[in-house]
């Protein structure tokens, strides 16, 4: 069942993606007429103005593409028309336009039509017979390749072809996104070069962020032992010195000091274990990610669902990582969204470990107001990792997370 609702999830999120392709399609098709056009009048030199224009909406165009194949974008278009031709990233584009303008587009359509067609033809049986007889003529991917049905056995072979159509979509919908979106992975990244300046700058970034996280932890555990345990330890003294100077004038009172002590050191072991585990949680070593993290689902105040799909064990610096998102992200769902149902998903994609966290609260999830949020994506960039959220006012919210583990 679980193998079932995966594959449905991976063919709707197939659509979606060449639906997404099929409407920056449209828009490069209109690029494309439109440089065609620049092109005609350059030829009599009225439209050498132009050029940069229309080159800056074709960066425009291929920029939306970017956005969705999230593909880093370069800089701007030069303002002189030789400059910006001889610029790579145009040229690029360039080579871009007609193919995502005329493929991806055909393939875009197909993303609309199979599934019009599939919900259209696999109900024809139902509701084929209130037609008119001049009407009665089904059609496949918009098109009238049946004959005039008269009787269910013809409106049956109807239904047929709305189920292989959803065969289609399952089998091919993923192989499809990849054709679609092909000619923009490979045309619309930077250069090597740019791409390595960039990483190296996305680096020195998280290295900070990664720094300053290890001594705000350093700080956090510092501010535990000092304000907890040392003043627990603090009392333990003093309750002590009073014991040793009243056991022999008051042993009443010794012995109720001693009490107080005992319970001051037992304070001050309970919180040295806590410390202990905010470094890293014991219930990882003692029963691995999926054991540790099916404890955090059964404590969450929120009914939470959870599936794990780790085979093996990562790195204890990656489980530990994944156990605080999910830790920190659950607490999230309790204290602010008012949901009444939490899904977390772990799974291990390749050599990614990767984190899903939906809730069906009331949304509107900021890094900026206090949540732990801002400190959660701190802590998976400088493992080099990727954070993404999407929580619109009203809900409902969805958190990813992707972590480098291996192969």
Known sequence: MARVRERLRSTLDAIARLLGGFG?????????????????????????????????????????????????????????????????????????????????????????????????????????????????????????????????????VVALSGVLCAAFLVALGPALVRVQEWPGRHLLAPPPGTDLSLRITELTVTRAAALDAHAAELRRIERSLHDGTQNRLVAVNVLLGAVRRAVDRDPAAAHAALDRAQDAAEQALSELRAVARSILPPVLADRGLTGALDGLASSCAVPCEMTVDVPGRCAASVEATAYFVVAEALSNV????????????????????????????????????????????????AYDGRFTLDSPAGGPTTMRVELPCGS
């Open 24 to 156: 920056t399609a449209l828009l490069a098709l209109a690029v494309l007429v439109w440089i065609g056009v620049v092109g005609l009048l350059s030829c009599v030199g009225a439209g050498v103005l132009l050029v940069p224009s229309a080159l800056r909406t074709l960066r425009s165009v291929a920029n939306r593409e970017r956005v969705r194949l999230d593909v880093l974008t370069p800089d701007a278009v030069p303002q002189q028309a030789r400059a910006a031709l001889r610029d790579v990233a145009v040229r690029r584009e360039l080579a871009w336009l007609p193919l995502h303008a005329t493929a991806g587009l055909a393939i875009g359509f197909v993303a609309i039509a199979m599934p019009a067609t599939m919900l259209q033809n696999t109900t024809y049986p139902f509701w084929y017979y209130v037609l008119p007889p001049s009407d009665n003529t089904p059609t496949f991917l918009f098109w009238n390749i049946f004959s005039k049905v008269t009787d269910l056995t013809g409106a049956l």
């Open 334 to 381: 309790t204290k602010h969204s008012d949901a009444a149902k939490a899904v977390v998903q772990v799974a291990r994609q390749g050599d990614r470990l990767v984190l899903r966290i939906d809730d069906d609260g009331r949304g509107g999830a900021d890094e900026s107001n206090g949540s732990g949020l801002s400190g959660i994506r701190r802590r998976i960039e």
